[in-house]
Structures are given as structure tokens and as C-alpha cells.
């Protein structure tokens, strides 16, 4: 298993023994000035989830710092803003960036499987990392270092940040183990209420690292985080996350599954995936919109070449049979689909039928039908035989009359319970 720090201390070290890198391999050209600790330009755009970090509800003060503050994860912005203040070159810019965000990550996934004493947020919320990353990414995208950097070396740091704290970065198993990979993804529709998380991203971030005893078998479990962002999936992250677990090898997987949230109090286990984009009614985290609708869905012009739906081949029966009480679980067969030769859409409980163009998945139209798609879509090209599918977890909802308060009582029970589930979920399908 890999090793954990024991607390957001650990992290700070790695953050010291990051500068102490940087100070004495990247010696700093004679202009450079180490001690800055304020080096970004307010006035250099940033991106539109970026923006939100300074949003906070009914005028009150900014959710995401009071939910940085509260996870701890303010201190860990601190330090990497003043590390990037100091790097005096590129290279150390790029250990900076690198080891920090490793270190935001490996903090997550501790703190998401150690209890927290109040007034600490509990363990499963995801929210902390959520927002420590977009602090950083804005970060990097307003600082004004002392030597030249271009925009693609600036777009390079930003990546190589994104990758690393998702967790895309450290998905390396342990020899001798059975090897299951998870994916979960960032909180969405924050222009409707900027205080809510994702559980799957929670569900995540508990599984990461953890190795479980399961019929005489012991599994090892990694899992990442993906962004809700079209651009990244154009840009094959999906891919790159995944395909080293599809090729022969030490890294081979034995179980992938992605996740995402989905509806009111059901688990669903999503039968059939769609190849195309069809939700038009929200944007992305960017307010960027896909561009297709449920009459003329469109396909990523990064997806490579594959039919039109694909098949999960988790074992939904059995998972299906799962106690996630108070929740439901069902396999989800319904899909929305243009007929070959028409051009309205249908809906079908049972499935697509021969010929016909995906408008929606039993997932939907929108990202979490097209992670699935884009994972069996490499099942059926490199391992066909891989069980690999998605699950929709319930949505996270607040406590009745909470309209302001970043967290209640309901709301933490609710993701505990939800989180649960879904490790009972996992559990049945390697059982």
C-alpha cells in the first residue's frame, strides 16, 4: 500500500523539502528574487470555476475559504503560493508544481479515510480538494515569476498539476495484489448553489490506496478524480487515465468502474453508453456547453473511432442485490435514441435498437455517460473480456431549510450514507 502521511503536516514538510530542492539544484539567476511571497497580478483572467472562489451566498463571506478553512487545506494553498513566489527558474517551478500537487493529493486521500475532530469538516468531504486545486490553478495563471515563461510552459505547470492532484499521477499498484480502479469526479452546478460537493468524488477519495480481503483474494484500489470539464475530456484525460490499466502488464486492472452523481436516492447501475453529447440545459464548470441536443447530439472531436453504444460489463445482477439502505439500487436500461432513418428522438426501457444514433445513455447526455463510454470504449479495444462499467451514486442533498450554512447534520449523514453504499457496491462486484 502506499505510504501515508500522518497529517497536513506531512504535506508542509514535503513543501519544505520542495524549496530546499529548488534552492539547491535550480541555483537562481542573478535577478531572481527568492523572497517575494506576493507574486501574481490580480488582473490576469482567470478561468470561470476560478472566478467563484471569491463567491459566497446571500453576500456573506467566500464558501470555498470558509470550506479551505474548515478542511485545512488554506494551509496548503499558503505554502504553494509561497513556494511558486520563490522558485527562481523553470525547473524549479516544475518540482514546485509537481511535488505539491502530489502532496495536495495524498493529503485528500488521508484525510478522507481518518476521522476529523470538529470543528473540522468530516472526513468524506470532498469539497477541500476541490477548491485548494482551483486556488492553485489560479494561482499559477496570475503569477508574475522573476524570469521569462511563456504560455505554453504556463499551460504545461497547470496540467501538470491538474494530473497530479486527481490522482492520475500515483494510480501505480502493488505487485501481488488483484487491481481495481474507481473514478469519481469534482462538485458541478455551483452557479446554483456554490456550497455543494460531489460524493462520488468523496467515495473516491475514501477508496484510494486501500486494500481489501475479499474471498480469500486481496484487492488493491486506486482511483482518481475527474474534472467537469469538456475541454479536458477533448483533451483525452479519460484516456490517459486509464488506458495504462488496460495494457498488458504489471499495471493490468482487473475491475474499472467510474462513478458519478446522479439521481434522487438511487444507485443506478448504467446498462448501455452513448457515444454523444446531448445536454443542453447546464454547461460545464466553465460555463462551456457541449453542443449537442437530444435531436443532434454531437461526439467529442477527441473520441476515437467506436460504435454508437456499448455495454457494461460489470455484474449488475449481483451488485444490484446490494443493501445500500436508506438508498434503492437498479439496473438502468432506459435509453433515449434516434431510430435509424428518423429524426426524433425515442425513449427505449430496454435498450437501443439496431442502427440507431445515442442521444442520451441510460447515464444521460451529459459527462458522466461519456466517462463511461470513453472506459468500455477501451475495455472492448484492449481487454474485452474486463469487467468495466459506471454507477450513478444518489445526489447530495442539505437538510431541510439550509439555504446558507456549508454543511448540516443532514447533509454529512447523507454523503456518509452514500459513500457506504457505494464501497457495498464495489464490494459485490469482487465478491
Sequence with gaps: MRLRPSSLSRSLLVGALALSTVLTTAPAPATATVSRTDCSDPALATTVEEQRLDNG??????????????????????????LLCAAPNKLAARLVVRAQAEALWRTATHRAQHQQKAPALPATDDRGLYWARIS?????????????????????????LEYASRGITSTRFSPGVRKVLVTGFDPFTLDADIRIGNPSGATALSLDGQRWQVGGTTYEIQTVVFPVRYTDFDQNMVEHALIPHYRPGPQHADLVMTASQGRVGLFDLEVF???????????????????????APVVSPSMPAGPEWLTTSLPT????????????????????????????????????????????????????????????????????????????????????????????????????????GAHAMLRSALT
Excluded: C, K
Design 57 to 82: 451566498v446571500a453576500g456573506g463571506p467566500s464558501v470555498p475559504n470558509q470550506i479551505l478553512a474548515r478542511s485545512g487545506f488554506d494551509r496548503h494553498v499558503a505554502l504553494f503560493n509561497r
Design 136 to 160: 492553485m490553478t489560479r494561482a499559477l495563471r496570475q503569477w508574475q515569476p522573476s524570469f521569462g515563461l511563456g504560455t505554453a510552459d504556463r499551460a504545461e505547470l497547470i496540467r501538470t
Design 273 to 295: 453508453n452513448g457515444r454523444r453529447r446531448s445536454v443542453s440545459s447546464i454547461g460545464d464548470n466553465n460555463n462551456l456547453w457541449g453542443g449537442g441536443t437530444i435531436s
Design 317 to 420: 445482477a449481483r451488485m444490484a442485490q446490494t443493501d445500500v439502505t436508506p438508498f434503492r439500487t437498479r439496473v438502468n436500461t432506459s435509453v433515449l435514441e434516434i431510430p435509424a432513418g428518423q429524426t426524433t428522438p425515442v425513449r427505449r426501457p430496454l435498450g437501443p435498437t439496431q442502427g440507431s444514433i445515442a442521444s442520451e445513455g441510460a447515464g444521460g447526455g451529459y459527462l458522466s455517460n461519456e466517462v463511461a463510454y470513453r472506459n468500455t470504449l477501451q475495455r472492448d479495444r484492449l481487454d474485452p473480456l474486463m469487467p468495466a462499467g459506471h454507477l450513478h451514486v444518489p445526489v447530495l442533498q442539505f437538510g431541510a431549510g439550509n439555504t446558507t450554512e456549508i454543511t448540516d447534520p443532514a447533509y454529512e449523514a447523507n454523503r456518509d450514507a452514500i459513500v457506504r
